[in-house]
């Protein structure tokens, strides 16, 4: 049977919180103060603590100081307000989620169905972490590179939480992965798990999607619907590309977050949110807000603990052992086993990947079917451009005057006689952004052409154009 210990000096906060965890059949004991939460927990070690910080002898996070005392209880704050400050002090501390006065017998009760001892998830975060150096992953993340091991430390360190995520990274690096595995690590793991874009959602359909709506609400609404957040229950909701949600919508998010609650379109009754919420953006966050597409309180309620992944190109050293994976995954769901040629490998650590892994992926599947056999030479894999070579170091041909300028010429068919010029010093994504203008100018706007004549996805290239109309610098492109 579970036992919980509630320290909290107002007598009768503590006495409802112990009637309603006693109706759980659980076992409870109280203290009003520290020395008698020390001897509680003396006298029998506590599978759940909930802690009120602020006690007549101290602060509860006294109790932290030794680690060995709450080594085998996982704690949950309770509070009589929630705050940005709340929950980096529970990170901080070590808690796993945090109440907020009066207790909502729905969340108290998603507490207690995921209490879990934090010895056998550190258990578990040890064991993926043991596999990063003969296997190359950590769950459903691969790479060696030291971005990634920063990036996995991160993950273990947050998932043990309830804390909000704000993953940042460019578009096929993986944003949705590092979501699913922080959930995969966390105490909500047996519940749902639910990923929406949301700038694949029509603004007009937008706050119904996430919120719900009653029947008759609007137009066309014959019946109930439950939102993502009411789907999502006990679990984890992860919000990609929140930069594309309508800024009036924004506003009710942030109320979500603050204070757990929600109302359905057309509703009047508010609703409990038992959710852990994840968000991303392919955007630099501090831009989004500059140019009007984030709420400045929304990021900093987002931003609790932020997480920013490596894009492909930062750690090529990882392409061979991603692509390798990758292969043997489409010969597993085929049936035929392929493998790279050494002259495709040498191609593939070339490449520059602007679409990051999901265009490795992709390149890797393509090559699969295009090859006859079971090698898979360079033939059907990207080639990697002159501006490729230029930004890793490699050489290009002098243009004059030859001390100031060097030339990128577009070696492609399609691009006889047409090449696009750099000054020396030119950033990476100035670069970037000058030959995906002219790419499309080149090709007259055609943006499955432009897209195909770069090697990058469509959905890429659509984002990129969005970052350069936000941000003023698509004059280029008309």
């Known amino acids: ?15 409802t919180l112990k009637a309603l965890i006693m109706a759980e059949q659980c076992t409870v004991a109280v203290a009003h103060n520290l020395r008698d939460a020390r001897r509680q927990i003396a006298l029998q070690q506590p599978d759940l603590v909930l802690l009120d910080l602020q006690l007549p002898d101290g602060s509860g996070m006294e109790l932290f100081s030794v680690p060995e005392l709450l080594a085998n209880s996982e704690v949950v704050l309770i509070t009589g307000y929630a705050s940005l400050e709340t929950s980096i002090q529970a990170l901080r501390l070590g808690a796993a989620d945090y109440l907020v ?30 596999q990063v150096a003969p296997s190359g992953h950590f769950g459903a993340l691969w790479g060696r590179a030291p971005a990634m091991l920063q990036l996995y430390e991160q ?19 993986g944003k949705e992965v ?7 690590l966390s105490r909500r793991r047996k519940q749902p798990f639910l990923a929406v874009n949301c700038g694949a959602i029509s603004p007009n359909l937008i706050e119904s999607e996430i919120f719900g709506h009653e029947k008759g609400s609007f137009t ?21 590309e929140i930069t594309e949600m309508p800024m009036e ?28 919420v994840l968000a991303a953006t392919n955007r630099r966050p501090e831009q989004a807000v ?39 995954a489409f010969g597993a769901q085929e049936g035929q086993a392929k493998h790279f040629s050494a002259a495709a490998l040498e191609r593939l650590a070339q490449y520059r990947w602007p679409g990051n892994v999901r265009e490795l992926r992709n390149a890797v599947q393509r090559a699969y079917v295009m090859a006859a056999g079971d090698v898979i030479d360079e033939q059907w894999l990207p080639q990697p451009s002159l501006l490729s070579h230029a930004a890793a170091g490699g050489v290009v041909a002098p243009a004059t005057p030859p001390a100031a300028r060097r030339t990128a010429s577009l070696s492609d068919e399609a691009f006889e006689q047409e090449s696009i010029t ?17 790419t499309l100018r080149h090709h007259h706007h055609q943006k499955e052409r432009t897209a195909a004549a770069l090697g990058i996805s469509l959905k890429t290239l659509y984002n990129r154009l969005k970052e350069y109309a936000a941000d003023g610098l698509d004059h280029a492109a008309h």
């Open 220 to 240: 066309g609404a014959d019946r109930q619907h439950l939102g993502f957040f009411e789907r999502a229950s006990g679990g984890t909701l992860f919000l990609d």
């Open 1 to 15: 049977m579970t036992h919980a210990l509630i320290v909290d000096d107002d007598v009768d906060s503590a006495s």
């Open 249 to 276: 919508l924004q506003v009710k998010l942030l109320r979500v977050l603050e204070t757990g609650s929600f109302m359905r379109v057309g509703s009047t009754q508010m609703q409990v949110a038992d959710v852990r």
């Open 422 to 438: 750099l000054t020396i010093g030119t950033t990476l994504a100035s670069a970037e952004r000058t030959l995906i203008l002219a």
């Open 101 to 130: 006065k009066p207790i909502n017998l729905l969340r108290l009760q998603g507490v207690l169905s995921r209490l879990t001892k934090p010895a056998l998830l550190k258990a578990e975060v040890e064991t993926l972490a043991a």
């Open 290 to 328: 500059a140019a009007g597409q984030l709420r400045e309180d929304l990021l900093y309620r987002l931003n609790v603990f932020p997480i920013e992944l490596p894009p492909l190109r930062d750690r090529l050293s990882d392409v061979d052992l991603l692509a390798r994976h990758f292969l043997t």
């Open 178 to 184: 590092v979501a699913q595995t922080v959930h995969d």
């Open 155 to 173: 993950i273990a360190r947050v998932a043990m939480t309830s804390v909000t995520v704000f993953i940042t990274g460019e578009s096929g690096s």
